[in-house]
């Protein structure tokens, strides 16, 4: 079954930061490139940003570049999105996704970022 499961969500200060972790099952993981999303309450789902399969290649959404840096382990099946600098604008469920790998969307991780 292919799966692919987010965590690492919490309740932090604003200048906190946070480390999301994506994990993939069921498919070759090292063959996807991975991307981000995130979905703020009342608001439509927006791109954090995208890792090439072998993480050489990153892209950052203009909200997060400078403050977010995403990256993989292959070795693990597993994507990061490390997040510094939070705002309370980053409060969203963050959600991760295997780019051309037709799969529904995960539960996703709450962040919550506030004083």
């Known amino acids: 079954q292919v799966q692919l499961v987010e965590s690492g969500g919490g309740l932090v200060q604003p200048g906190g930061s946070l480390r999301l972790s994506c994990a993939g099952s069921?498919?070759?993981?090292?063959?996807?490139?991975i991307s981000w999303y995130r979905q703020a309450p009342g608001k439509n789902r927006e791109l954090v940003g995208i890792?090439?399969?072998?993480?050489?290649?990153?892209n950052y959404g203009d909200a997060v570049k400078g403050r977010f840096t995403i990256s993989r382990d292959n070795s693990k099946n597993t994507a990061y999105l490390q997040m510094n600098s939070l705002k309370p604008e980053d409060t969203a469920v963050y959600y991760c996704k295997a780019i051309g790998l037709n799969t529904p969307w995960g539960q996703g991780t709450q962040v919550t970022v506030s004083s």
């Open positions: 890792i090439t399969s072998t993480g050489v290649g990153r």
């Open positions: 069921g498919f070759t993981f090292s063959t996807y490139g």
